[in-house]
C-alpha cells in the first residue's frame, strides 16, 4: 500500500509511501493514466508530481507533446528503494529522484528534481546540509556568467537578490561538498525539474522544496549516488530489477545507445539459479525504468507477484547560513 500525502491543498502533491517490510526494497504501485483532450506530458508528469524524463522513459515511443487521447500511460509511481542507508537525503542520479526519509523511520518522501546539465553534471558525494536559506540570493560563478554571454548573448550580473528574477525560487539549502557552490533549491520557472538542465545544482518544484526546506535540519545527512540498476530479492520470492538509462557523459552520447555497467553484486543476482534471463536481459536492453521481476516462472509460479511489476513490464515491451556562490 501506498498514499498521495497532499502538502499544500490543491497545488502540490507529494508522493508519500510506507518504508516496507524488513527484507524488502519494493514501494509503491504502479499507475495508469488514460489520456485526454489537452493533455502532454509536462501535465501529466505535474499531475503525479513525478519528473518528465522518468515519464518518457517508462512509455518509450509516446509523442511527449502529443500523446494519443484515450491511449494509456504507465505512472512509475513503483520502484525500488536505493541500496543505501535510509536516512536523511538520497538522491539517484540516473532516477531524477530526491528521497527523503525523515527521522521517525515510518515513510519515505519521493520527489522529482532538476540535476546538473552535459557538462556541468551533479557530482556523486556524502555530504550534509551546512546552511538553509529561505528567499536567497544568487552570486553566479564567473564561469557561469562567461557561459551565459556566450550562449545567450545575455550579460549576467554579479548578485542576483532575492525575488521572482533569481532563478533560486525562494529557498534553498547549501551542501558541504567541496567549496559549498552546490545547493538544492526550488526554482522560479515552471520548467526543468525532472530534467538534466541545472548547472550542478539539484532543483525542485517550488511546492516541494518549500516542505523540504521545513523538514530538513543543519547537519542533516545528504548522499548523491549514480545507482543505474537497482536489484532486490524480496521476501516473497521475486527477484527484483530495476534499470535506468545511464547518464550521458558527452553530447555525443545523448542520441547513442546507452550500455548499462553493471556491479559484480548486479552480475551475481541475474547469474543465481532461478533466474529468467531473458527477462534480466530484457530490462537490461529497455531501460525503462520500472521494477520486473525476473524470477523464472517455474519458480515462481506460486509466488503473489507485487501489484503492477509483470503487466507494467509486458505492456512496455509491447509499446549558518550566508549566501552561497552557486552553480545553479
Known sequence: MWF????????????????????????????????????????????????????????????PFLPTVGSKLVIPTQMLLPDVPREGIVINLPELRLYYFPKNGKEVHVFPVGIGRVGRETPEMVTKIKSRIPNPSW????????????????VLPRVVPAGPDNPLGKYAMQLSHGDGSYLIHGTNKDFGVGMRVSSGCVRLNPDDIEWLFHQAKYGDSVRVINETVKISSEPDGSQIIEVHSALSKSESDVEREKVVSMKAGVVKFISQDGIDSFKANDALLTQNGLPVNIRSMDDSDSITQSSGIESAASSDSATSESEPSASL
Do not use: C
Open 4 to 63: 498521495i500525502l497532499s502538502l499544500i491543498p490543491a497545488v502540490s502533491l507529494a508522493n508519500v509511501y510506507p518504508l516496507p517490510e524488513k527484507g524488502s526494497r519494493l514501494i509503491g504501485e504502479l499507475q495508469e493514466h488514460v489520456v485526454e483532450q489537452g493533455d502532454y506530458f509536462q501535465t501529466i508528469a505535474k499531475e503525479y508530481n513525478i519528473g518528465i524524463l522518468e515519464l518518457m522513459e517508462t512509455n518509450p515511443g509516446v509523442d
Open 139 to 154: 552570486t553566479p560563478p564567473a564561469s557561469i556568467r562567461r557561459d551565459h554571454l556566450v550562449e545567450r548573448g545575455e
